[in-house]
T-cell receptor, first 114, second 117 residues
Framework: SQQGEEDPQALSIQEGENATMNCSYK?????LQWYRQNSGRGLVHLIL?????REKHSGRLRVTLDTSKKSSSLLITASRAADTASYFC??????????????FGTGTLLAVQP | GAGVSQSPRYKVTKRGQDVALRCDPI?????LYWYRQALGQGPEFLTY????????KSGLPNDRFSAERPEGSISTLTIQRTEQRDSAMYRC???????????????FGQGTRLTVV
């Protein structure tokens, strides 16, 4: 089963615009991570935010986490055509043990038009 | 190579045959994960290992699926008596996490595309 759902399922924007994707999850977590998957290629880690953090930045990426609402958002600023990909959030559930199981959401397909 | 390596990249097999998918993680990575990904969906967790110990196999769909990592490095995912519904991309990932340290990223291989005909 998948932990999270992402919203929107698909997003089309113009180059230079900002893109915002949202992720909701179901259980208590240790951390939440965002991954990118280009067409026909593997998954690449973008950013990790711990459960005790509320916001994190990395280059053009900004991630927020609201554990009370069990939700996260990924903002990509000044988008480029090369940002076209599927974006997935993934959580490490907090089962109280040492598990590092990553549970993925359903993904957002982002298309950046040049 | 420096990344996670999976083989074969593509596998076409007849229904009823057994298949073995191999994953060679990044050297020194403690945790190894197997996922299955259907077209247009997110990766679905199958199982994971810390060193050679299978920590969680709750995602394996049924007893035709098994995985091992006997020496704590290379892992094999085996599907017995394959069925058409097993067709999917099978992805392996590894991470440098050890017991109790969970805030690390996972590195994914390119996957094995399995087609059961």
């Amino acid at each position: 089963s998948q932990q999270g759902e992402e919203d929107p399922q698909a997003l089309s924007i113009q180059e230079g615009e900002n893109a915002t994707m949202n992720c909701s999850y179901k259980t208590s977590i240790n951390n939440l991570q965002w991954y990118r998957q280009n067409s026909g290629r593997g998954l690449v880690h973008l950013i990790l935010i711990r459960s005790n953090e509320r916001e994190k930045h990395s280059g053009r990426l900004r991630v927020t986490l609201d554990t009370s609402k069990k939700s996260s958002s990924l903002l990509i600023t000044a988008s480029r055509a090369a940002d076209t990909a599927s974006y997935f959030c993934a959580t490490v559930p907090n089962y109280g043990g040492a598990t590092n199981k990553l549970i993925f959401g359903t993904g957002t397909l982002l298309a950046v038009q040049p | 190579g420096a990344g996670v390596s999976q083989s074969p990249r593509y596998k076409v097999t007849k229904r009823g045959q057994d298949v073995a998918l191999r994953c060679d993680p990044i050297s020194g990575h403690v945790s190894l994960y197997w996922y299955r990904q259907a077209l247009g969906q997110g990766p679905e967790f199958l199982t994971y290992f810390n060193y050679e110990a299978q920590q969680d196999k709750s995602g394996l769909p049924n007893d035709r699926f098994s995985a091992e990592r006997p020496e704590g490095s290379i892992s094999t995912l085996t599907i017995q008596r394959t069925e058409q519904r097993d067709s999917a991309m099978y992805r392996c990932a590894s991470s440098l996490v050890s017991q109790g340290k969970r805030n690390t990223e996972a590195f994914f291989g390119q996957g094995t595309r399995l087609t059961v005909v």
